[in-house]
């Protein structure tokens, strides 16, 4: 639920849009935009509800994302900059470490039951969801039930590097996917070039998705069956100025994807140690602002069309329409406002973890909402 309104930036209407840099605003020629306010003014009670889980009633914001976070194997990628291999200082298991056991799907459904009469949206991401196509396929059907069963599920989006698809059951997966009903997909890809893009994800040995041909054809089955979006992590190495930006937008076109996403690594504060993936985002690191600034330089520029910000909950982004019809964004976000969020006491997203444990955040030890373990 997005509450979009319409303004141009002015001295009254600054402080509705101070999720975006100051600087942001030179490059946008005082253009009409619509705002976006994904995150809930905490004193509008029309974006809030009140929902009991277990023992306990939460404030819960709307809108709310649902995420059974994908761990059934390791990932087939091991992108440079993965956040799911950063390490928080003040320690916790990691999501990414837990593998679903043989109650798994008993303690999703406990747990889908609790959400019962909570508006929500599906978001399916974790690890690669489509790597076990056994366990992505039981997912998929566990929560279309629950939704049939008093879940109200306005969305329901994947988030994929497309690995599941390019292998021998990824035509059965895309079917799984289209009777599931996506709203769209998120398909993330960080360069035209396949040994660019290659030397960022690293695929392992045999992933069949590592080559261009296969993704190119995943990305048109997708394109073909929902609305796609590629996502692109911009970064030294890869895609980081506006003529790569022009050429990774005509090739998502080629693809049929009706949007790209450009999206800065999130921004880590202190809260992470010195690992190697927290290294490289130090060193790669490309700022959405610069990015902008530097496509805002190039003469076609003037052709492109701004049409909203949006100020998320640990984020905000930029869309534009560029000329050939493409809707472009680009996104920064910060994991300290986000964990700040998640800490608070209200819910502002809910992830099923490998544990059985439902949390408000994405550590699966922290901010826990309901356990398996004690119903
Ligand atoms: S595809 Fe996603 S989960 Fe897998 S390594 Fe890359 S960033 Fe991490």
């Known amino acids: 639920m997005d509450m979009p309104v319409a303004f141009r930036r002015s001295a009254e209407t600054n402080a509705d849009a101070s999720c975006v840099p100051a600087a942001l605003w030179a490059h946008l020629r005082g253009a009409a935009l619509t705002l976006l306010r994904r995150a809930p003014p905490a004193d509008d009670p029309s974006r809030w509800v009140s929902h009991r889980i277990g023992a306990r009633t939460f404030r819960v914001a709307q809108p709310i994302t649902f995420t059974p976070y994908a761990a059934a194997r390791p ?12 390490r ?60 049939r069963d008093g879940v109200p599920v306005a969305e329901r989006v994947l988030y994929s590097n497309g690995a599941g698809f ?33 030397a960022i994800m690293r695929f392992r040995d045999g992933e069949p998705i590592a080559e261009n041909v296969a993704f190119e054809r995943v990305a048109r089955e997708l394109s073909a069956r929902q609305p796609l979006r590629l996502v692109c992590i911009v970064q030294r190495g890869g895609i980081c100025d506006a003529r790569g930006v022009e050429d990774y937008i005509a090739w998502a076109r080629r693809l049929g994807a009706g949007t790209v996403i450009f999206r800065e690594f999130s921004r880590l504060g202190d809260g992470y ?32 069309t701004p049409i909203a910000v949006t100020d998320g909950y640990y ?43 439902l949390c408000a955040g994405w550590s ?7 356990s398996a373990d004690d119903a």
């Not at 999501?95 to 303690?107: I, V």
């Open 88 to 147: 928080p200082h003040d320690g916790g298991r990691a999501a990414s470490a837990l593998r679903p056991q043989r109650d798994y799907f008993e303690a999703l459904r406990g747990a889908l039951a609790q959400l019962r009469g909570l508006p929500l949206s599906y978001s399916l991401s974790g690890l690669e969801t489509t790597d076990d196509a056994a366990w992505c396929r039981a997912m998929l059907a566990t929560l279309d039930a629950a939704a």
């Open 364 to 370: 699966p030890d922290r901010d826990v909402v309901w």
């Open 273 to 304: 140690r010195e690992t190697g993936s927290r290294r490289y985002i130090d060193a790669a690191r490309v700022a959405i602002d610069d990015l902008i600034a530097d496509c805002a330089a190039i003469p076609s520029w003037s052709a492109w």
């Open 166 to 198: 390019a292998q021998a059951s990824g035509e059965a997966l895309l079917d799984a996917f289209a009777t599931f009903g996506l709203s769209w997909v998120e398909l993330s890809r960080h360069h035209p070039d396949e040994r660019a893009n290659d």
């Open 315 to 357: 984020f905000w982004n930029l869309r534009m329409r560029h000329p050939d019809g493409i809707e472009v964004v680009f996104e920064s976000s910060d994991y300290t406002a986000m964990h700040r969020r998640h800490a608070s006491g209200d819910l502002y997203k809910l992830v099923f973890h490998a544990n059985g444990r």
């Open 75 to 86: 990932c087939s990628a091991r992108c440079r900059f993965c956040s799911e291999t950063l």
